[in-house]
């Protein structure tokens, strides 16, 4: 189950609470991953310039939301005021592999990054996935240069070996501030069509609906009914259409697309593909606006969808363990072993992390698997954590291993307890005794005086 946000936020702070736009709250099984798209995010120069340094405010907002739940932070991109995260549940780390990003400038003949897309691309059990963030130019007169802008975005190539183009990933997830418009029709008649929710009459016109009639790249992709208010343009903290001077025709600019290649090759060999040779199918469950975020002039969209995947990894490269009891009273073993065609590297580290970690780099500790290697057989290998590094308070942690040529984390063990230090507790509880002692004296004093 993958939910995906698309929001031009406006260049504003985050909202006091997502869970709605997160639907933290369904009452059906929770997610796999949320692939989260924002445009506007605040790029002045100050901003931008702390949050190449720092974690953007988005992102940290996200991952405080999402961390306790048991996701973490798989990847980000960010180019200007566009900004693309994914995050994915812990169980799922050893299989998804290969993760990379890109960005395209399309803005100022491509010299600026004011628009363009930012993308992410993955291997997921053995399925490659791409998800690219777009904000394509504005106005009604400008369908031409969106589509050529998305087309330039399409013929990046990712860095690296044996990496599909875009389109030849298995599922590509187009979305974002798209700017189209709806042509011919007067505001009058839209907002009254609207009014009456009758948004069918405003389909045949909406400018993307229209070229993916006439432009044959488009007709691969695929899109749920836009069975929600245009999205755009609303005055702040409200749910009324633009009531300034310039008055701007409603639209819906924020959408989710999709397109799976499998299917893409059945429609063109007519049929040479039977339904058991299709390993991956793609469900949208629903397709809907949020009108409760009055942060920008956008309304966010979320398309939740299922993922039907024939898996083809089923056994992670690396199987971790601690071994014994854990405390920060003695040093302590990790055991692995690692499947034998990984490609393993002398800057593969394992990490002990808190259950609720937001990112790779989250880690509590970390125990190099080559300088700290205590033994090794051909069935397995100990790696040792020295007792300095174990966290005095105890509490429940995991470790993960991070593979340095795959740039991800390849194995990761079941939660475990690290007991608290006896010997600190003691400490401490000594010197509570004392300071108690201490204070009955002076109170003893006191009274005699």
């Known amino acids: 189950r993958l939910h995906l946000v698309t929001w031009n936020v406006g260049t504003a702070f985050p909202p006091p609470d997502v ?19 924002l445009q506007e995010v605040n790029s002045r120069i100050t901003n931008f310039l702390s949050d ?20 973490i932070k798989l990847s980000s991109v960010r180019m200007q005021g566009l900004l693309l995260l994914v995050f994915a549940k812990h169980v799922h780390l050893p299989f998804i592999r290969d993760v990379h990003t890109h960005y395209t400038r399309t803005g100022l003949y491509g010299y600026w990054g004011n628009k363009g897309g930012v993308t992410i691309r993955l291997s997921l059990y053995g399925h490659t996935i791409c998800f690219i ?16 802008d998305f087309e330039k975005i399409l013929e990046m190539q990712f860095e690296g070996e044996n990496i599909p183009s875009t389109m030849d990933h298995d599922v590509l997830f187009w979305f974002g ?5 709806i042509a011919d029709y007067g ?39 836009l069975q929600f208010k245009p999205t755009y343009k609303f005055d702040l903290y409200s749910d009324v259409y633009d009531t300034s001077e310039k008055k701007r025709k409603p639209a819906w600019t924020d959408r989710i697309l999709w397109r799976v290649k499998n299917l893409c090759q059945r429609a063109s060999k007519e049929g040479e593909f039977s339904e058991e040779e299709q390993t991956i ?14 942060i920008s002039d956008h309304k966010p969209v979320t398309g939740t969808f299922e993922l039907e995947l024939k898996p083809l990894l089923s056994d992670p490269l690396v199987t971790l363990n601690p071994e014994g009891e854990w405390s920060a009273e003695h040093d302590v073993l990790i055991s692995y072993s690692a499947v034998p065609e990984f490609p393993s590297s002398a800057w593969d580290w394992i990490g002990l992390f808190k259950v609720a970690f937001r990112h790779a780099n989250d880690y509590v500790t970390y125990a ?48 475990f307890q690290i007991q608290p230090n006896r010997t600190l507790l003691g400490k401490d509880l000594t010197q509570e005794e004392n300071s108690w002692m201490q204070k009955s004296d002076n109170l003893e004093s006191h009274d005699e005086f």
């Open 19 to 37: 869970t709605s736009l997160l639907q933290l709250n369904s009452l059906g099984p929770s997610m796999d991953m949320y692939v989260i798209g």
């Open 52 to 71: 190449l340094a720092f974690d953007d405010p988005w992102s940290v907002f996200f991952m405080t939301v999402l961390s306790p739940l048991g996701y």
């Open 133 to 148: 963030n777009c904000h394509l130019p504005a106005h009604m007169e400008n369908t031409e240069q969106r589509l050529d």
């Open 177 to 181: 501030d798209l700017n189209f418009r």
């Open 187 to 225: 505001i009058h008649f839209v907002r009254e069509s609207i009014n009456n929710k009758r948004y069918s009459l405003l389909w045949e016109k909406d400018q993307l609906n229209m070229a993916k009639k006439k432009e044959a790249f488009l007709q691969e992709f695929i899109e749920g009914p």
């Open 281 to 294: 199918a793609v469900t949208l469950n629903n397709y809907i606006s949020h009108m409760s975020y009055g």
């Open 368 to 415: 190099w698997v080559e300088d700290d290697e205590i033994s090794s057989n051909k069935d397995s290998k100990q790696v040792y954590m020295s007792a300095a590094e174990i966290p005095d308070a105890g509490g429940e942690f995991l470790l993960c291993y991070y593979s340095n040529n795959l740039q991800s984390i390849v194995g990761i063990s079941q939660p």
